[in-house]
């Protein structure tokens, strides 16, 4: 199978969990397991193709055009991590199909497991940076689901924020930085950008690239001053745990650092940046977990603290190093996890993680507590175990460190510390929980779990004992071929034999077992006195605090800043924003001048300039009536707008005058549905004073100079453009190559749904979920109790068509007075309309018309209907279901695009056909059909959601008024029945 199913598998499977009964755990357990084991399998196979500095890959071409292309590659290393993220991963479903309660909703914890591990194949199996970056983005997405799975409780949104929040933004600055790195090499192509080192490190950007992809990978990992956000993701459920904070997400930083160390590494820059992040987040890493009391904290903090270890050496720029980092991460991975798992166990079994309560509970769990010890010895660096294996290389590449004399001295003295650290706390989770007196004050009676929710804890400690007791049989040639890539070329020579004699990295061993054991007691005596409840030196240092406070900072701000420049008037904000545009517009044209061209003009055509006379006056007419009666002022508005599509007209455009003159309608609606929340202009009140007249005018006047000058400065430029020749312009090549590469002679269309069809893609994104977001907030909006509460006679709009139109009640008797139009041929009229609009679709590609078009023309017919019969009688006849629409459309175009990928072309490539049928004869068929059904069936949906949305909520706030008028009334009655007694 292709490489890319490593990667489509999993995001299949967790679709098909999300749809599945919320009671039927088996099956979603069973539907993630196979995904994962059968991704496992065939990840497996391609380890001969790998094992001897072999790379597998797999092109699929999306824009070409741009050097960008879908890439999945996978190396020694890319393999490795695809066998910790898919093997660990198919273990941890086994455990979580026990240890998930049958209250929780399941079906969208597997969704989003699943979803999750795609995308950490995707960030391993990426051969574009680019594309690493967007699934870089996509772990921090669903690992903020899956953090705050447990979102009824207050630690676990909060943890969830907050991981969002600090990988997301160092999501931001890697993406930067990815594209820093490809300035500088040429290429987003992995391959490219890892052959071109000695280049990236010459390059002046070569700091800023360094930086910015750092920030992103020291925040993944929860290296220092990043860390505080780890230990407060431990509220999700354990099986995440397990995961993502020890196998996969956490790691993903790590492996950022290490699949581009041959191109940053080996600078003095990479050295201090990334090895000092790395020792001090192994220190405070290591020294917080000895004061935890939760088994999950101090797994946390000690999951940092190999993290900062794993750091460390990818930062000392030595091969060597680089290797044992890259042993380690596959030793962490095995060890973390499963005591992730045991804890979760004896959380699942005694009902509390609280060290200070478990003790004793060998001889209850006695199994249970052989496979916690056996990770917990591996985690501690004890001999003939995994763990002791990789810590053992550290200790030994800190010492023949090539550095200043300072660093040469203290980094192995920092370094024997931190593995005193690591053998206090896993005695503390020895010792503490699994010896000593029986506990009695548990929630639950504790006692050994299923079977199979053991069994992965089983496989993992089994592994830690094969790889410590057998290294170079178990993993020696996996290391090797997941290292080769790491180093950039020859593998330095290293063993991995268990003893390799009495040598300084076995005494720092020793003196960091016996010095942990010894500082283990001193604690355990110190908090039998309770001297020790949380660690000295942390407490006025905490991250979680500082990062909330600079959260509050921010937001305080933003208060701040919105009192000072915001405003709700409408009116205030569009003099902002046309003013900033303008002012954009000006300072180049102020540096850079503006040139006309020396393209001949054709000569003034008095029809045109009667037109535009005409559309000017209707402009300014509009803008006067505004202030007497809206109503004249939008119809006014229409002139204007009729004018500019009969110039589209003028200019050979017809399908822009086409798009423009449905488009007018369909604002006019909107506009007319927009009139029912303006307050009527009273005329009854006081008249102005002299000064409130000079500022109203003066304003007037402010507004009128800046639309001027803004219209006459958009009127410039494109003046400026086209009296500039282009002899060799886009248009031209459009023209040349719509019929015979787009198949279709309507060069706009064509341009849309085939050269230009990845954006239309993405705008019709956008309008769908602009509709979504319009959906979503109306349905919960209410207007202004002051505005509501307003007399009938202050509320409405003046005496024109806009307020009684809203009135579903008296809708068409409205209509039939003001439009003398009857219901019934306005129903008449949808099918005609239907018959135009499907006209204007199969048109598109050769006349003009289009998907887009059609959609307009289809919406404004059914608008009509609500407007003229009202929308009870449109919901009750017509069931449209807007939302309906606009995921049909969607799924329309994507298939489109995938169908073309399917067949070995680029997203979006269009194929045409001729086909000769009965009666009909021959008939042109292009692939840009189907996603212009998509496009129409977008349009139409996102159309009437969005106004029907609107129309809604002036029918509740309608019978909200007559609501609150018929209490008034109610109340006066009462008062003067009241007054007569």
């Known amino acids: 199978m292709p490489l890319i199913s490593l990667i489509l598998l999993p995001f299949l499977g967790s679709l098909l969990a999300a749809v599945l009964p919320a009671n039927a755990r088996n099956t979603e357990s069973t539907l993630a397991g196979l995904i994962a084991l059968f991704c496992t399998v065939q990840a497996a196979l391609y380890f001969p193709d790998i094992a001897n500095g072999g790379v597998v890959s797999q092109t699929i071409e999306w824009l070409p055009a741009l050097g960008l292309n879908l890439v999945i590659r996978m190396d020694g ?23 998930m309660s049958p209250t929780d909703p399941v079906p969208r914890f597997f969704a989003f497991f699943l979803a999750f591990m795609g995308a950490m194949a995707g960030i391993v199996l990426s051969g574009n ?134 191109v940053l590494g080996g600078t003095e820059p990479w050295f201090w940046l990334v090895g000092g992040a790395g020792l001090c987040t192994l220190l405070i890493g290591g020294y917080a977990a000895m004061f935890q009391n939760d088994l999950k904290g101090l797994l946390a903090y ?83 175990l995994n763990g002791f294996l990789s810590k053992e290389m550290f200790f030994a590449e800190t010492v023949f460190i090539n550095s200043t004399p300072l660093v040469s001295m203290l980094l192995p003295i920092a370094a024997t510390v931190a593995g ?107 908090r039998a006195f309770g001297s020790v409840d949380a660690p000295p030196l ?38 902002w924003l046309v003013g900033a545009a303008l002012l954009a517009g000006l300072l180049p044209l102020w540096a850079k001048g503006l040139h006309l061209g020396n393209r001949t003009s054709l000569p003034l055509s008095p029809a045109f300039a009667l037109l535009w006379l ?26 204007a707008g009729l004018s500019t599509c009969i110039s589209f007209l003028w200019f050979s455009a ?15 609606v909107l506009i007319l549905l927009g009139l029912r929340w303006l307050p009527k202009r009273n005329e009854s009140l006081r008249l102005p004073s002299r000064a409130e007249q000079r500022s109203t005018r003066w304003r007037r006047m402010r507004d009128l100079g800046l639309a001027v000058a803004a219209g006459v400065g958009m009127a410039l430029l494109a003046f400026t453009m086209m009296s500039r020749p282009f002899p060799e312009s886009t248009s031209t090549f459009f023209l040349e190559h719509a019929l015979s590469e787009g198949g279709g002679s309507n060069v706009v269309n064509v341009m849309l749904v085939d050269f230009r069809g990845f954006d239309t893609f993405g705008e019709i994104v956008v309008l769908g979920i602009v509709a979504l977001t319009v959906y979503a907030l109306l349905r919960r909006f209410r207007p202004a109790r002051e505005t509501l509460d307003l007399p009938a006679q202050q509320r409405a709009v003046s005496p024109d068509l806009a307020t009684d139109l809203l009135n579903p009640r008296h809708a068409a008797d409205t209509a039939i007075g003001y439009l003398m139009v009857p219901a019934v041929l306005v129903r008449l009229l949808l099918p005609f309309a239907a018959m135009v ?71 979006l490539t269009s194929h045409t056909a001729h086909l000769t049928l009965p009666l009909i004869g021959e008939l042109h068929i292009a692939s840009a059909l189907f996603f212009d059904i998509g496009v129409f069936s977008l349009v139409v949906g996102s159309t009437l959601l969005i106004l029907t949305a609107i129309a809604h909520q002036s029918v509740r706030s309608h019978n909200y008024h007559e609501h609150v008028m018929k209490e008034a009334q109610e109340a006066q009655a009462a008062a003067a029945s009241q007054e007569k007694v």
Not at 79 to 96: D, E, P, Q, R
Not at 543 to 557: N, T, V
Not at 619 to 624: P, S, T, V
Request: with cysteine; hydrophobic share 55%; aromatic share 10%.
């Open 837 to 907: 609009a499907f006209y204007f679709f199969l048109r598109g590609h050769n006349e003009p018309g289009g998907g887009f078009v059609a959609g307009l023309v289809l919406s404004v017919a059914l608008l009509l209907q609500y407007i003229i019969s009202g929308t009870q009688w449109v919901e009750a006849h017509l069931p449209l279901h807007p939302r309906r629409w606009i995921a049909i459309g969607l799924l329309f175009a994507l298939a489109t695009g995938l169908g073309a990928v399917g067949w070995g072309f680029p997203f």
């Open 614 to 639: 005409l559309g000017s006056l209707c402009a300014l007419a509009a803008a006067w009536q505004a202030k007497y009666h809206r109503m004249a002022a939008l119809t006014l508005m229409g002139g």
């Open 129 to 262: 940076i680019i594309q690493l970056a967007f699934f870089w983005e996509l772990t921090s997405l669903f690992s903020f689901l899956l953090i705050g799975y447990w979102h009824h409780r207050k630690d676990a949104r909060r943890g969830a924020r907050m991981a969002l929040t600090v990988t997301g933004t160092g999501g931001l600055c890697m993406l930067a930085g990815m594209l820093v790195l490809g300035h500088i090499v040429g290429s987003y192509e992995l391959d490219q950008v890892l052959a071109a080192g000695q280049q990236v490190r010459e390059h002046p950007l070569y700091l800023t690239a360094l930086v910015l992809v750092l920030l992103g990978a020291l925040t993944k990992s929860a290296q220092f001053p990043f860390h505080f956000w780890l230990p407060h993701a431990m509220a999700a459920p354990t099986p995440v745990s397990a995961y993502l904070h020890s196998a996969t997400m956490v790691k993903a930083g790590v492996f950022l650092l290490a699949r581009l160390w041959p």
């Open 420 to 526: 005193m650290f690591s053998v206090a706390y896993s005695l503390r989770f020895i010792v503490d929980v699994f010896f000593g007196p029986p506990a009695t004050d548990l929630p639950r009676q504790p006692h050994e779990p299923p079977h199979w929710m053991r069994v992965p804890v089983e496989l993992l400690s089994l592994a830690c004992l094969v790889v410590g007791m057998f290294p170079a049989w178990a993993v020696g040639r996996y290391l090797n071929a997941a290292a080769l890539p790491v180093v950039g070329g020859e593998l330095p020579s290293f063993s991995l034999a268990v003893w390799h004699g009495l040598n300084t990295a076995f005494v720092m061993s020793l003196v960091a077992m016996l010095g942990g054991i010894a500082l283990y007691l001193l604690l355990r005596r110190q």
């Open 654 to 668: 017809p399908d822009l005058a086409l798009t423009q003159l449905i488009v007018e309608v369909a604002t006019t």
């Open 77 to 99: 290393f890319a393999w490795m991590f695809c066998m910790l993220v898919l093997g660990i991963g198919s273990l941890v479903v086994l455990y979580a199909r026990y240890y």
């Open 302 to 384: 000690s999951t940092i603290s190999h993290l900062g270890l794993i750091t460390l050496l990818l930062g000392l720029n030595s091969p060597l190093a680089a290797v044992a980092a890259v042993f380690h991460i596959m030793n962490h991975a095995t060890f973390k996890a499963s005591l992730f798992m045991a804890a979760g166990i004896l959380d699942h079994e005694s009902g509390t993680r609280d060290i200070r309560r478990l003790s004793g509970l060998r001889k209850m769990m006695p199994v249970t507590a052989t496979l916690a010890m056996v990770a917990s010895a591996a985690m501690a660096g004890v001999p003939l």
């Open 538 to 575: 942390m407490r006025r240092i905490d991250g979680k605090r500082l990062f909330e406070a600079a959260l509050a900072m921010l937001s305080l701000a933003g208060r701040k800043g919105r009192r000072l420049l915001g405003t709700r008037r409408l009116q205030w904000q569009m003099l």
